[in-house]
Structures are given as C-alpha cells and as structure tokens.
C-alpha cells in the first residue's frame, strides 16, 4: 500500500547550523504534503505544508521542497536551535477513500549546544 | 483560539474497564479522526468521521468504538479495555475540500495505561 518514509530516524546538528530533514512518498496522487513537529509529551504541531502545485515553500526559518519527479519531500530549518529538538513527521494527504493523512515514522532531530 | 481539545490527558485503568475520551474541536470542521502512537510505529488511525452521523474504520478500529452525533465532538470509547491498547492518543480534526483534508490540527494527546 501507500506509505511515506524518512531516509533518517536520527539527526544531530550543531545549534546554528542548517538541518534537512529528507522524506519520500509513494503515492503519485498525494496533493497535499505536511510537515509537523512533535516535542515530548505533546501531540503533532504544524509546521509547514506544500500543495503538488508547488516546488517550493518557505515560513520562518523554515522551507519545504516538494520534487514531485522522484517523490521526494524535504524540511529545511535554518540556524537550528535547541528549541528545534523534536520528532518530524511528513505526512501526505491522497484523498484516497478515507480522505486521511498517511504519517511516516518520524525523525527524531537533535541540537547540540 | 481554534482547537482540539481531548480529555483527560493521563488515563491509568484496569482491563475491562468501559472508558470514554472525549475529544472537541471549536473549528466548525467536517472530518475528525483518532490516532495511536506507538514507538515504531508512528501514528497508526483507528477511526475517522467525514460529518455528523458518517463515521468508519481506520487502519487498528477492533477494540475501539466511535459516535458523531454532534459536529463538534467525537468520543472515542473503549467498551473493556486491554493492555494492549495501552498507548498514546490523539485526535485531530480538519476541514474537507472534494476528497482532501486540509488544516489537519491535532490534540494534545491521551496517555492511556490499561493493568
């Protein structure tokens, strides 16, 4: 079936530094791509999103690629920093007959002071 | 301010034990859905809800129950519950657009412990 993947499940960065964090999906059909950020103990928060329309978006410190070619999704956060820490998910909405998001696993991103 | 809104946050329960979380959203949207999250796993669906009255099964749905009688609210009810349904639970709700679900928002999470 369908699934959405990280290339990563752990990142360590130097505070300051950039991050990108990688994900592919498999569905050809996905519109709609997300990415949220969970801290511990806490549920899923929105980051950013991209519509299949677009190859490109950017919110503060952060930009999403979307290369639809190889289906690849990808989170950039500029200058990291220790409030960064978290878990990432990508998640790809293909309007299939439950309308839903399908997650992947997550990343788990940490800063180093 | 727009949100979900689950309750309670800590649930520790004995096998068996009739349940409800509740979960409500002050956004006016269509669809809701409940999740589990489990390590290594990720988030897993249970159940979802495109309207009022219109709910059906997700990717784990045995052991759970669902109700829309209201657009706001969605309780997830666990009718005898079991270890293994000890985990972390979210809802989320989010406005339909054709067959998409936009504006996905979730809760803050259930931690659900069944002895």
């Known amino acids: 079936g369908e699934s959405v993947g990280l290339h990563l499940p752990t990142l360590s960065v130097q505070e300051g530094d950039n991050s990108i964090i990688n994900c592919a999906y498999s569905n050809s059909a996905s519109d709609y791509f997300i990415w949220y950020k969970q801290e511990s103990g806490k549920g899923p928060q929105f980051i950013i999103d991209?519509?299949?329309?677009?190859d490109k978006r950017q919110g503060q410190r952060v930009t999403v690629l979307l290369n639809k070619t190889v289906k690849h999704l990808s989170l950039q956060i500029a200058a990291t920093q220790p409030g960064d820490s978290a878990v990432y998910f990508c998640a790809e909405n293909y309007g299939g007959s439950q309308g839903n998001l399908i997650f992947g696993k997550g990343t788990k991103l940490s800063v180093k002071p | 301010e727009a949100q979900v809104t689950q309750n309670p946050r800590y649930l520790i329960t004995v096998t068996g034990k009739k349940l409800t979380v509740t979960c409500s959203q002050n956004?006016?949207?269509?669809?809701m859905s409940w999740y589990r999250q489990d390590p290594g796993l990720g988030l897993r669906q249970i159940y979802y809800s495109m309207n009022v009255e219109v709910t059906d099964k997700g990717d784990v749905p045995e052991g759970y129950k669902v109700s829309r009688k209201e657009k706001r609210n969605f309780p997830l009810i666990l009718e005898s519950p079991s270890p293994n349904q000890t985990s972390l639970y979210f809802c989320?709700?989010?406005?339909?657009?054709?067959?998409?679900?936009?504006?996905?928002?979730f809760g803050s999470g259930t931690r659900l412990t069944v002895v």
């Open positions: 956004m006016n949207h269509e669809y």
């Open positions: 991209i519509r299949s329309n677009m």
């Open positions: 989320a709700s989010s406005f339909r657009q054709g067959v998409f679900s936009y504006g996905y928002t």
